[in-house]
């Protein structure tokens, strides 16, 4: 028999057994362990990587249940002689992946595509973020804030067997239930939104919902008013279906509200926080906004993906809450609160559009996964939800006032202050500036901060505007980040002027 030498997949996630049962399965598909081979006892694999022989017995007995393995009488396990049926089995001269890869290089793909997302600008971040000290970036979550015990708690709901009978069909285009239910009596009427259970459609996030109205009402004739600056991957879904983009100017009062509408079709608007400079709407653009579309009668798509983050006062009604003529499509986000792994959000609109966005919807995957649905109907109905609300309002307003302590004593005037919450402050740093140079020379002190030229439209290339998240960042690292910030655009500052 030959020797393996075994070791456990480098992480700590998962039980003991399921890591020894992932690791067998990797060696057995990778061809490292033949067919037909005989694998280590349970003995002796247990004292190779030192755990319990019960561990390692009962990965096995796992593996012999799906089908890697057997056990045969006085003899030990084996590898089952047919489990690479069904897979393709060639040597490395004649590879169908080397044969594949040769075609595909040949054929100019370029010439075939219609649109090519790739040539649009977006925000990057480095995917290891969480390993800088100072990540003043917007969007991302903290991990100690995250309830764990309550979501472990509705997804061990979610996994008794009742439950699976209940999710596990097809749905087709259908949504839970108990989540419409919630979303319908719970989360809206807070924003004052009063619809009916069948207006409500949920989406796999805020971006998904973004993408079914731009599919439903734009073509290359439509215009679209967009905020600019605004939510740059909101601008590329519309670059995908037409250029004609209108970037709309936001002042202390949020979107400039003009003739530059007049021709608009359709207009994409972020009311409550607007995206990035966290200004709020006023109540006489609101108006104003609202009129400009029954006369000139274009659509509304608002994006209020911060909804449930105003910690500033008391909460500000959504734009559709005032909507008479059911021209608004509302846009919200479950997983700004919890987290944005776990993408899920939920459009409302009247029932014809509704009834539209679902066949769509279902072209593109039928349903969100039921099985999430249903974990985060129950995280809502058991006040989970509010109950981590709460605690993220709390924390968030005192990194905010942290924020604008500390910005207020380094870069007096600089910063933009949301009156009303949120996760990210906007900063407009000295004239010259260039904030692409800043975040460039500022990864290496490990500060992450999100230069915002790709915000405005056309992109600004030397652009002195940056933006600072903080609901990622613990509150004492805040003053030493800002710190480091200001020193470094002296720094830049004072070598261009040499």
């Known amino acids: 028999m030959t020797e393996y030498l075994f070791q456990l997949p480098k992480r700590t996630s998962g039980t003991l057994q399921s890591r020894i049962q992932e690791m067998m399965v990797s060696a057995i598909m990778n061809h490292h362990i033949q067919p037909g081979s005989p694998v280590p006892s349970g003995r002796k694999l247990a004292y190779q990587l030192k755990v319990s022989r019960n561990t390692v017995v009962l990965a096995y007995q796992n593996l012999i249940d799906e089908g890697f393995i057997e056990s045969r009488e006085r003899s030990g396990f084996y590898v089952c002689k047919n489990v690479l049926d069904g897979y393709v089995v060639t040597d490395e001269k004649d590879s169908v992946s080397n044969k594949n890869a040769d075609l595909q290089s040949k054929h100019d793909w370029s010439n075939r595509f219609c649109v090519t997302p790739s040539d649009f600008q977006y925000i990057k971040k480095p995917e290891n973020w969480q390993q800088y000290p100072y990540p003043f970036l917007y969007g991302q979550y903290d991990k100690a804030i995250f309830p764990i015990p309550d979501w472990r708690e509705c997804c061990r709901d979610a996994s008794s067997i009742s439950a699976i009978y209940d999710w596990a069909g097809d749905h087709v285009d259908q949504d839970n239930p ?66 004609k983009l209108k970037g709309i100017e936001i002042d202390s009062e949020g979107m400039v509200v003009d003739s530059k509408l007049d021709d608009c079709d359709c207009v994409y608007v972020t009311p409550s926080h607007q995206y990035p ?46 909507d008479t003529e059911g021209r608004i499509i509302y846009i919200g986000s479950i997983s700004k609160t919890l987290a944005p792994g776990i993408r899920m959000g939920f459009m409302v609109a009247p029932k014809a559009f509704i009834d539209e966005a679902r066949v769509l919807r279902r072209l593109m995957l039928r349903h969100p996964p039921s099985n999430n649905q249903f974990i985060i109907a129950r995280f809502l109905q058991r006040g989970y939800h509010d109950s981590l609300t709460r605690k993220l309002s709390t924390i968030l307003q005192q990194r905010s006032i942290e924020m604008q302590k500390q910005l207020d004593i380094y870069m007096p005037g600089a910063a933009q202050f949301s009156h009303y919450g949120g996760s990210s402050i906007w900063v407009k740093g000295p004239d010259g500036l260039d904030s692409k140079e800043l975040a460039e020379e500022l990864l290496k002190e490990g500060v992450l901060i999100e230069p915002s030229g790709v915000l405005f439209y056309p992109e600004i290339e030397k652009c002195q505007y940056f933006r600072l998240g903080f609901s990622s960042l613990i509150e004492d690292k805040i003053e030493a980040g800002i710190k480091i910030i200001v020193d470094k655009i002296k720094e830049i500052l004072a070598r261009e002027l040499n």
């Open 277 to 322: 400079t966290t200004v709020t709407l006023s109540e006489s653009r609101r108006r104003a906004l609202l009129d400009k579309a029954n006369e000139k009668n274009f659509v509304i798509i608002e994006d209020d993906y911060e909804a449930e983050l105003n910690y500033q006062g008391r909460p500000i009604p959504a734009l559709k809450s005032q």
């Open 178 to 243: 108990a989540l419409i239910d919630q979303i319908h009596n719970k989360l809206l009427p807070r924003r004052g939104i009063f619809s009916n259970s069948d207006e409500i459609l949920v989406t796999l996030g805020a971006q998904h919902a973004i993408f079914l109205a731009a599919q439903l009402l734009i073509n290359k004739d439509k215009t679209v008013g967009i905020e600019n600056p605004g939510y740059v991957d909101a601008r590329n879904t519309f670059l995908t279906l037409t250029d």
